[in-house]
């Protein structure tokens, strides 16, 4: 059996197989993507004078869709470059390729002849032991491997992604009565470290587990939203966070996966079940009517919603299922979704929507109610147990608890008594559980499980704060941050202010907590668990302190700020930052100067201050532009004003990295930094990379002097600056905000080549920043963004 992947190989280049293909680039596997040859020539081909025998004319539908990877939005590749590892082919010249790869990933057509066909060729030219999958949502993977050789069958099973591959976690995998468990074992650990994906095993049932219910719950919503006569953006106001479900809830959901998609895998479940569960799952002739007039979501322009231009600007507007006409988007409000909003966690949410009342709660009781008894029957007929079909729907759809999760929020015992005077059938297992006296699915880290709990049996690379938390692991604490025992001799720095931010509490932790790790740990991990690892400074606390006039504050602040970043930069112990998702402004500061920073893939990294009026001001400047000069070639002379440009510019266009990759290409990470797939392993890679340190004698960088361009480099950034505003791309205070931060870059009025040191440039960073935080229309630019949420441009 193959005991790692080194090459992979996707058939069928459409939609989900060129995002496959992406994903396998993003985690560095040279890919090989296959499609069918061109039967005819299209009129510019002809008029190049190319033939049906051109390689390129062959490779076209492959090729083309490698390109279109660089436009999709949300982008499948995390770095543009990646593109480079996907190889374009055909079916007819390039299957005897297959023999060069360790995982052949079948995307074609969902038709069981046509994947047999393909399934036939493969077995003819595959090496022995390679593994082969199957991304169908529906068709059976048993037949598929009929009649196909002993060690094909062996190595064979199914691989369910979610579209977009690279965003959604869920990876399904539907082994056969063939596959080896070995097989099953690999592709789970493998799915798990090297793709970041939460793996379920799925049985070899229709639509398999997430779609399953999922397409059931939809379908149970819209039956709803026409007997209760609701409309589509009151179905939508309250099925989204308000019940623990994405924002995109019910209807905007199905706009982005496409309602062609969605009928299909409706399809799917129709032609292979009977009775009620039949009558679900065949659409209402509205749909259908849609999808005859090409009304099928995002990609077409308009679906359930469409946007379009009113008096007012532009507005989004509502399909009436019942006219097929679109008016003014409504909201439900009622006594229930009010209370909702002020029910302090999602338990009580749910648990205040699902009883209530009014039109919200009859709503909610009546999509939770088949859902639930559902899910009950179809369990153990589509998974092992009920804690895969939870995880299944919380990494496929989005859904913060799982059905079963969720039947525990609104209580077990109160929900079967009220389905059951309603006359619905609550299914045996059910009322065995709570006949035998256990009221809840889940206790104490275990599940519900023919008849006994069963613990749940975590990764043991999952690390969880609030479950350390629970066990007294907390050193100590501010309102701001906690220092934790991450177990192993490394402790975790935990922000925890709102989103994160850093205010006066959390600089005091950071040197309280470095000065508790080099006595008595062997280093330490910043990073959270949060939405965002830190949005930045408490930008609040900034402008308030600015408008009174309280410079001596700000200033001090700004030095502790400054202090804080230098206790990581010269820790004796190693400091590992662990950002994820939004690391903006200060939270870029904090991991700069760490002695590693272990991003998680879906990392935002980006020194974001121009964009309230400011520049960084905890040392951000010189820490990019330090890692800048350690990406210059060893052993040739430094273009210094090269490196000073690139971090001008990235400073100054407030750049983000859309990727921990790109990250890397923008400078923020280095070649010492790594990256995790799966988020949820990321703070035991941080606390590992910690213990990598420690164990190879980490020793703290010597505070050195730092070469900077000086007068001359300034004038040449200021002149792209100067070239900006002239061109009309950038207003005055842009500009001024570009003098100071070039001036800062720059090393000040010193001459090019001036070896300066580190208080220097922090002294030139810290009088920029105050000096635009009293500017009026820096502190116009900071009110919008904390009132707005945007950018102001003045």
């Known amino acids: 059996m193959v005991g790692q992947i080194r090459k992979a190989a996707v058939l069928g280049s459409g939609v989900m197989g060129s995002g496959i293909a992406a994903h396998l680039a993003n985690v560095g596997i040279p890919t090989l993507l296959l499609d069918i040859v061109p039967r005819e020539l299209t009129e510019e081909e002809t008029k190049k004078g190319l033939t049906l025998e051109d390689k390129q004319v062959r490779n076209k539908i492959s090729t083309t869709a490698i390109q279109k990877l660089l436009k999709q939005k949300p982008a499948p590749l995390t770095v543009k470059s990646n593109k480079d590892l996907i190889e374009a082919g055909n079916f007819e010249d390039d299957m005897q390729r297959l023999s060069e790869v360790d995982w052949i990933i079948e995307v074609v057509v969902e038709n069981l002849e046509i994947k047999q066909k393909v399934f036939a060729q493969v077995d003819q030219y ?142 799917n479940v129709y032609d292979k079940v009977e009775g009620r569960e039949k009558e679900v799952f065949d659409p209402p002739a509205f749909m259908k009517e849609m999808a005859e007039k090409g009304w099928i979501g995002s990609k077409a322009g308009q679906g359930f919603f469409l946007k379009k231009k009113g008096e007012n600007g532009s507005e989004i507007v509502e399909l009436d299922p019942n006219t097929l006409e679109y008016g003014p988007r409504k909201k439900l409000k009622t006594a229930s979704t009010e209370a909702a909003k002020q029910a302090k966690g999602l338990k009580a949410k749910v648990k205040t929507l699902a009883y209530a009342d ?184 900034i402008l308030m302190e600015a408008q009174d006039d309280n410079f001596f504050e700000l200033d001090m602040v700004i030095r502790q700020f400054q202090k804080a970043m230098a206790r990581i930069r010269y820790s004796s112990k190693p400091v590992v930052a662990a950002p994820h998702a939004m690391t903006l402004g200060g939270g870029a500061e904090v991991c700069l100067p760490s002695a590693s920073i272990q991003a998680a893939s879906e990392t935002y990294m980006g020194l974001v201050e121009v964009g309230v009026g400011l520049i960084p001001g905890g040392g951000g400047n010189k820490e990019l532009y330090l890692r800048n000069l350690e990406r210059a070639p060893q052993g040739t002379t430094i273009d210094l004003q090269a490196i000073a440009n690139k971090t001008f510019e990235t400073i100054a266009m407030a750049k983000v990295a859309t990727s921990a990759h790109e990250a890397k290409a923008n400078g923020f990470l280095s070649e010492r930094d790594g990256v995790t797939m799966n988020g949820d392993h990321h703070l035991h890679a941080a606390k590992q990379q910690v213990i990598h340190l420690h164990d190879k004698g980490y020793t703290a960088p010597a505070r050195s002097k730092i070469q900077v361009v000086g007068e001359t480099g300034y004038a040449t950034m200021l002149l792209g600056a100067k070239t900006m505003k002239f061109g009309g791309m950038i207003s005055d205070h842009d500009l001024k905000i570009a003098e100071k931060l070039a001036f800062v870059i720059a090393g000040g009025r010193v001459p090019k080549g001036t070896y300066v040191d580190e208080q220097y440039l922090l002294d030139l960073e810290r009088e920029a920043f105050l000096s635009l935080v009293a500017e009026p229309k820096s502190q116009q630019r900071m009110q919008h963004m904390l009132t707005k949420g945007k950018p102001l441009r003045n």
């Open 358 to 541: 009014d039109r919200a709660g009859e709503l909610i009781w009546n999509l939770f109610k088949p859902v639930l008894i559902y899910s009950a029957e179809q369990c153990y007929d589509i998974a092992s147990d009920i804690l895969s079909v939870d995880q299944a729907m919380k990494w496929g759809f989005g859904w913060e608890q799982g059905p079963f999760e969720l039947w525990d929020a609104i209580g077990v015992v109160k929900s079967v008594e009220k389905m059951e005077s309603e006359g619905e059938t609550v299914p045996e297992w059910v009322k065995e559980m709570l006949a035998a006296g256990h009221e809840s699915f889940y206790k104490e880290k275990s599940y519900y499980h023919n008849g006994e709990y069963k613990a749940i049996v975590e990764n043991e690379k999952i690390i969880h704060l609030k479950t350390l938390k629970e066990q007294d692991k907390v050193i100590f604490k501010n309102s701001g941050a906690s220092l934790i025992d991450l177990g192993d001799g490394v402790a975790g720095l935990e922000f925890h202010s709102p989103s994160n931010s850093i205010g006066l509490d959390v600089l005091q932790m950071i040197s309280k907590s470095i000065d508790e790790v080099e006595k008595n740990y062997k280093g330490l991990v910043i990073g959270n668990q949060g939405k965002n690892f830190c949005v930045g400074a408490n930008l609040m606390m």
């Open 126 to 267: 595959r090496k022995q032991g390679s593994i082969v999958s199957s991304n169908t949502s529906g068709i059976s993977v048993e037949a598929m491997v009929e009649g196909r050789s002993d060690d094909f069958k062996h190595h064979f099973l199914g691989t369910h992604f979610f579209n977009p591959p690279r965003y959604l976690k869920l990876l399904e995998i539907i082994p056969t009565q063939h596959t080896n468990a070995e097989v099953v074992e690999f592709m789970t650990a493998f799915a798990e470290d090297a793709l970041g994906k939460g793996v379920v095993l799925a049985k070899d049932t229709p639509n398999f587990i997430a779609n399953r219910i999922g397409t059931y719950g939809l379908l149970v919503t819209v039956e709803q939203m026409l007997k209760g006569g609701y409309s589509v953006g009151e179905v939508d106001s309250v099925t989204g966070p308000a019940i623990g479900r994405p924002k995109s809830a019910t209807f905007r959901t199905l706009d982005v996966v496409g309602l062609d998609t969605f009928l299909h895998v409706a399809k």
